[in-house]
């Protein structure tokens, strides 16, 4: 009979345990691996304080079970585990009992109230989905019943708020709540001044974790932002209408209509109640390990993420109730049990390495401590915000692959509103995107263009089109940069070189059967495509005589014979339009393909140029009907590349390349996508390696 592992609480921990279980037996039915939960959804309880002051959806911090496991041998059991027989060796839910060889009891925490009169009973907490969002729609309703109160003091009553707990909770919701009353308050048209916000706690400061100069920092930061801090203050009694403090031996009873509880957490009912049977630590109720992570006296019973109680060597603290343990406590029991189960007896012992603490007050300010090995420093406001978010996408990698990063980041960055956001709201998507419709339609029309014109040329009749049209462009740039002109490399100064470049250039003539210079012709048509691009220009300027090359070199920067900018105009500089600058990224390696692939085997030049023909006239229909937009506008910026490394491009065709991007992601309105993209992704996101890989985005 094959062995069963039965992990218990799909949180952080327990998802990655059973993830991990899943990759290394894979190939091995004989091993069944089952997780168990109340809900069909993991929450990112590290973003539950912006959904409850509504700077994200709800939908943001949720990751479904049955997707983050989709195609890997775990079994998603929706159900209550109500206790663990542990001789039995039977887990026993609400719907059904669940047999295993191995359980890992990763059922996470609750909070806890320490026993004080009316905390549970007149508080909101901040510990669940749920709770975040209960909370958010509470304070929506008491702006919108602060809004009808004539009374000012009823209506500032009603507007007072209290956080009890000023830890990595508290204060990140209290930051949360302080940066979204002025939006309310607008929103209303209340005045803040009616609105009060108080931060408790009974430590001598803020965020004890901290060293005390973030420390400082974080309460520096919320006073700025309005909000009183009432320190070595503990909550004795809360009522419906008052919170009772106790601040160094004076008692204060302050009237207050929300109070939100973070004071502290302890382990869940399940892992409380296991502790009776195994050896539990007498606070909080979490389950002493060894050094394997396995409960004391037993070999089958594993306890990770806040449920372990287990102090390093050296350390005088258990194990710090963070994400990062419950991280690394997965992988390592995932292995361990994995050794067993394969009859090993090399258990690995956990020796974690913790990386630093981080605290956001609101989207846009926050403060980090990193360590790296015995490098220790710190960080705030910007690169503390952005150390954050790189640290959620990488978890999110681990758990649901890049659709929920892209989530994430849309959620975080992309969509955000009222400037919420660390990068100040400067990405995010405040233009109506039907107002690109004319853009991707004229930007279709111009490459269908540029294809039809191809095929008038011939570049479907089977001769090579490629020799002369790489070969051109690049005969015309080496006239110019072997011409002298103005060769601007790294460290010389690039305006010094203009003004040499406008003399020599004024006295430079173009003979191609008509002069550049006195305005009898364009150096090369005006193409809007970048296809005809440079390759165009040799028939202005160099001409089939060959007469000497006309214009200038702004730029010409080699980097280590790799890549070379290149910058030029084909006119004398003050007589020159947009239509007559090029620019151009020699590309060692696109140039050595060109020049010794493409150009010598004429069947391949017909093959390419065929290739270019059909994208052209591809990526045109596609953008104009709009259909499949997001990838048309990637091949048309794609393609824009490669002419931008072959013949090079001239400035009044560069618009193409920054509609491309504009069009990525907004340019499906008023378009057949709205029909065809919906039913696309269900048939596509119902693959069985792309649910597997994630290779999707919601």
Not at 64 to 79: Q, T
Not at 175 to 192: H, M, N, Q, T
Request: net charge neutral; hydrophobic share 45%.
């Amino acid at each position: 009979m094959g062995k069963r592992v039965v992990v218990v609480g799909a949180g952080y921990s327990g998802i990655l345990a059973a993830k991990k279980l899943a990759k290394k037996f894979k190939k091995d039915p004989e091993v069944s691996i089952t997780i168990i939960d109340r809900n069909p959804f993991s929450t990112m309880l590290t973003e539950l304080h912006e959904v409850a002051a509504g700077r994200v959806d709800e939908y943001s911090i949720r990751m479904d079970l049955k997707k983050i496991f989709a195609g890997r041998n775990v079994n998603v059991k929706l159900d209550t585990v109500q206790k663990i027989d542990f001789d039995k060796k039977v887990v026993e839910g609400a719907n059904e009992s669940y047999e295993y060889d191995y359980v890992v009891i990763a059922a996470g925490s609750k909070p806890t109230f320490f026993g004080i009169e009316g905390a549970k009973e007149n508080t909101f907490t901040l510990w669940s989905y749920d709770d975040a969002v209960r909370l958010r729609d509470h304070i929506n309703d008491v702006f919108v019943k602060a809004s009808q109160e004539p009374n000012l003091e009823k209506r500032r009553f009603l507007l007072t708020f209290y956080v009890v707990g000023a830890g990595f909770t508290g204060v990140e919701m209290m930051g949360e709540l302080a940066e979204y009353v002025p939006v309310l308050c607008d929103k209303f048209s209340i005045d803040p001044s009616d609105v009060t916000m108080v931060e408790v706690d009974a430590m001598p400061r803020t965020v004890m974790t901290l060293p005390e100069k973030l420390a400082n920092k974080v309460q520096n930061r919320l006073e700025k932002m309005g909000v009183q801090i009432k320190l070595n203050a503990k909550v004795i009694k809360v009522t419906e209408d008052a919170i009772h403090l106790d601040i160094n031996g004076n008692i204060e009873e302050n009237p207050v209509h929300t109070v939100i509880w973070t004071a502290g957490i302890e382990s869940t009912d399940i892992t409380a109640q296991s502790g009776t049977e195994l050896e539990a630590a007498q606070r909080g109720g979490r389950i002493e390990t060894d050094q394997y992570l396995r409960a004391k006296g037993r070999e089958d019973v594993y306890v990770i993420g806040d449920n372990t109680y287990f102090v390093l060597e050296g350390e005088e603290r258990p194990l710090p109730q963070m994400v990062e343990n419950a991280e690394q406590s997965g992988g390592l029991v995932a292995k361990n049990i994995a050794e067993q189960i394969r009859g090993g007896k090399n258990l690995t012992a956990y020796k974690p390495a913790f990386h630093g603490t981080m605290v956001c007050i609101g989207g846009r300010w926050g403060t980090a401590n990193i360590k790296l090995g015995k490098l220790e420093f710190n960080l705030v406001s910007f690169f503390a915000m952005f150390a954050k978010h790189m640290m959620n996408c990488v978890y999110f990698l681990q758990v649901l692959g890049w659709n929920k990063v892209f989530s994430y980041l849309k959620h975080e960055i992309f969509t955000i509103r009222n400037r919420r956001s660390f990068v100040g709201g400067n990405f995010s998507n405040r233009t109506p995107s039907f107002l690109l419709f004319p853009l991707r339609v004229w930007l279709g029309a111009i490459w269908l263009f540029e294809g039809i014109k191809k095929v008038n040329e011939g570049w479907l009749a089977g001769d090579p089109k490629l020799s002369g049209f790489f070969g051109g462009a690049q005969q015309w740039y080496d006239s110019l940069l072997g011409a002298g002109g103005a060769d601007i490399n790294a460290g010389s100064s690039v305006i010094g070189k203009v003004v040499e470049a406008t003399q020599a250039a004024t006295t430079t003539v173009v003979n191609a059967g008509a002069s550049v210079v006195n305005g009898a012709g364009k150096i090369a048509a005006d193409v809007t495509a970048g296809a005809t691009g440079a390759a165009d220009a040799v028939a202005g300027a160099t001409g089939a005589g060959g007469g000497e090359a006309a214009g200038s070199v702004l730029l010409h920067w080699n980097f280590l014979n790799i890549i070379q900018p290149i910058f030029v105009t084909g006119k004398p500089l003050l007589e020159s339009g947009l239509e007559d600058f090029a620019f151009k990224i020699d590309f060692n390696l696109m140039t050595w393909f060109v020049n010794d692939v493409i150009i010598p085997n004429p069947q391949l030049q017909v093959f390419m140029q065929t290739m270019v023909v059909v994208m052209e006239i591809g990526i045109g229909l596609a953008l104009i009907v709009g259909l499949f937009t997001t990838m048309a506008a990637g091949m048309s910026v794609v393609l824009q590349m490669m002419f931008l490394m072959t013949t090079g491009l001239y400035l009044n065709t560069v618009w193409m390349v920054v509609a491309g991007i504009a069009l990525i992601f907004g340019g499906n309105t008023l378009s057949l996508d709205y029909w065809v993209m919906p039913k696309l992704k269900k048939w596509w996101s119902g693959i069985p390696f792309v649910k597997k890989w994630y290779i999707y985005h919601d």
